[in-house]
Structure formats: structure tokens, C-alpha cells
């Protein structure tokens, strides 16, 4: 019997999704976590990001930020956290045991994709552009909110993308320290030796993950102007024929 028709059959079998370790509820649980995550990420990072690229200054803030945002393990990171005295591995409501430690770790994670996009997308944005809307009298905030951030939104929209994909395949990780998610069925597959159930609970977060990107391409394209079309930067700075 092949492991792939043993993780079909487990896939398919109805009782597997529902009850307290179902993949459904389990499911939910990781959404809820990655989302929550990556809106504290991007509270921080939008910001701050957004404020140096508009001055022009702090790019090397920016690189180093997310240079060390990469080169330290989510999983390290988790550990030490649950270690501290605080946050420790208390429970956090739905968030289960670890719950501030586990978000803390992946909004950290989380940081690198939406600063570097962010402060890459406001400096990318053409000088002549804002020279012109600088002279149709624009203020400084007018000039950010009207110019800057329309013809920086895809790639700002493609950073929150990428950031969310990456949150959500490594909130498995919670499963660690006894938290909530998909990661459960994935270890306890796996160290009993069931593995049809492990890798079918890898196959749904990779399913998920696919998703999360094809929906993030699609919101993309609804809301960013498209850059490639002339009118674009007409209508950022508001020139009226």
C-alpha cells in the first residue's frame, strides 16, 4: 500500500476534518495565528518603512533590519521567547500555550519582506513625478498620500503577500511549544509513526499556502494601479487634460 494512497484515503476520510484535532478547527486555528501575526508586523512595519522611504533616508536601517530579520531562525527565536521569564509559554485565549511567544516570533519573522518592499517601493517611485506634483503646490503629506503611496502599492501589496505565505507555512512551528495549528497532525504523525496523517497535514499547508498566494495575486491586481499604464501617474498627481 503506497503512501500516497494512504494520505488520499486520509484526506478524504470525513472524520479526520471535524472534532477538536480535526483538520478544520486545526485549520482555522493556524489562519488565525498567521493573520494576527502578520497585522502586528504590519502595524510596525508599514510605518516606520513607509516614513523612511517618503524622507529618502534610513536604507541602511532598512537592509539591516532585514538582513538580521532573515538570518535568525524563526524556531530559535520561538525558543528563547518560551524560555524568558516573559512571554514565557502562558496561554494567550485562542492563541494556546506560548500563544504571545509564538506571534511575537512570526511578526518578527514577518518584518523583513514588508520593511525592505515597503522602503524599495516609496524610493522607486520616479523624481519627476514628485517634482511635478511638489509643483502643483502638494504638501508633504499630500504628495506621500496622493503620489507616493498609489504608484508604491503593488509592490507594498506584493511584500504583505510574500510576508503572509511565509508566516502562514512556518506557524507549524507552534505545534513546538504545544500551540494550536496544522503542525499538530504533522509532529504527532510523524513521531508515532503515522505517517499518511504527517504528511497529509503537510499536504493541507502547502494547499493553504497556494491559495494564500493566488488570492494575495488576485486582491494585488483589484486594488494596485498598474504601472505599465500612461495614465497612472496622471492621475496620482491629479494633471487633468
Sequence with gaps: MSLFGDVVR??????????DLGLLPLLGQQLLLSVTAL?????????LASWLGHIGRGGFLAVSVSNIGRA???????????????????YLGPYG????????????FALPPLITQTYVALREVPA????AAVGL????????????????LPLVLSGVRLALVQVWATATIAALVAGPGLGNVITDGFSNQRYSEGVAGAVVVAVVALALEIAGALLARTLAPDPLRG?????????TA
Excluded: C, N
Design 10 to 19: 486520509y484526506l478524504l476520510d470525513g472524520s479526520h476534518w471535524h472534532g
Design 128 to 131: 519627476e513625478t514628485k517634482e
Design 72 to 90: 535568525v531562525p524563526t524556531l530559535a527565536l520561538l525558543a528563547i521567547l518560551v524560555r524568558a521569564e516573559w512571554p514565557g509559554t502562558a
Design 97 to 108: 500555550r506560548a500563544g504571545v511567544a509564538t506571534l511575537l516570533a512570526l511578526a518578527l
Design 231 to 239: 495614465e497612472t501617474t496622471e492621475r496620482a498627481v491629479g494633471v
Design 39 to 47: 497585522v502586528i508586523a504590519l502595524l510596525v512595519a508599514l510605518p
Design 137 to 152: 503646490g502638494m504638501s508633504g503629506w499630500q504628495l506621500f498620500v496622493r503620489v507616493e503611496l498609489p504608484l508604491a
